[in-house]
C-alpha cells in the first residue's frame, strides 16, 4: 500500500466506487437530482486538496508522500489540519459516494481514510518527527491529524 500514491489510490477509488455501486448498488440511498449534491464535497475536496498542494509548490517543498519532507507546513490549510490533502480527498470521495447514490460506493472514502490512517499518515509522521523534532511535535500538539485545533 505504500508504495502507492495518495492521488492514484484515489483515482482508483472513484472507478470502484462508480463501478461498484451502478453494479452492485445494494441500497439505492440517493435518487435522481439529489445526487447532484455530491458536486459540492467533491468541488470542496478538490479545492482542499488543490489549495494544499499549491501551497506547497509556491514554497518550493517536496510533495511527493515517499521523500523527505524538508519544509515544515503549518500556514494555510495546514493550520487547521496536518493533513488538509488527505481531508480533501476523503471529502471528495465522499461526494463521489453521494454522487454515485448507492450504499456501496462508500466503500471508496471508508477504505481511503483508513489506508490513510494506517499507512500513509504514520509513515508520513515517522518522518516528519525525525526530520524536525521538537517542532513537528509541537504542531501535533496544537493541529489535529483530520481537523480543528487543539
Known amino acids: 500500500m505504500r508504495s502507492i500514491l495518495p492521488p492514484i489510490l484515489v483515482l482508483i477509488l ?3 466506487a462508480i463501478v461498484i455501486g451502478l453494479l452492485a448498488p445494494v ?5 435522481g437530482w439529489w445526487r447532484l449534491v455530491g ?3 467533491i468541488l470542496g475536496g478538490a479545492a482542499l486538496t488543490w489549495r494544499s498542494s499549491a501551497l506547497f509548490e509556491a514554497l518550493r517543498t517536496n510533495i511527493h508522500t515517499f521523500r523527505d519532507p ?3 507546513v503549518v500556514d494555510g490549510p495546514f ?10 480527498f476523503a471529502t471528495l470521495l465522499a461526494g ?6 448507492s450504499l456501496s460506493a462508500w466503500i471508496a472514502p471508508v477504505a481511503f ?3 490513510a490512517g494506517r499507512w500513509y499518515i504514520p509513515y508520513e509522521e515517522a518522518r516528519m518527527v525525525a526530520h524536525f523534532g ?3 511535535r509541537m504542531y501535533q500538539q496544537h493541529c489535529r491529524r483530520w481537523i480543528g485545533r487543539s
Request: proline share 6%.
Open 70 to 72: 524538508d519544509v515544515l
Open 96 to 101: 463521489v459516494a453521494i454522487a454515485v447514490g
Open 113 to 115: 481514510v483508513t489506508a
Open 79 to 88: 493550520a487547521w489540519s496536518r493533513n488538509p490533502m488527505y481531508l480533501g
Open 39 to 41: 458536486l459540492g464535497p
Open 134 to 136: 521538537d517542532d513537528y
Open 14 to 16: 472513484i472507478i470502484v
Open 27 to 31: 441500497v439505492s440511498l440517493i435518487d
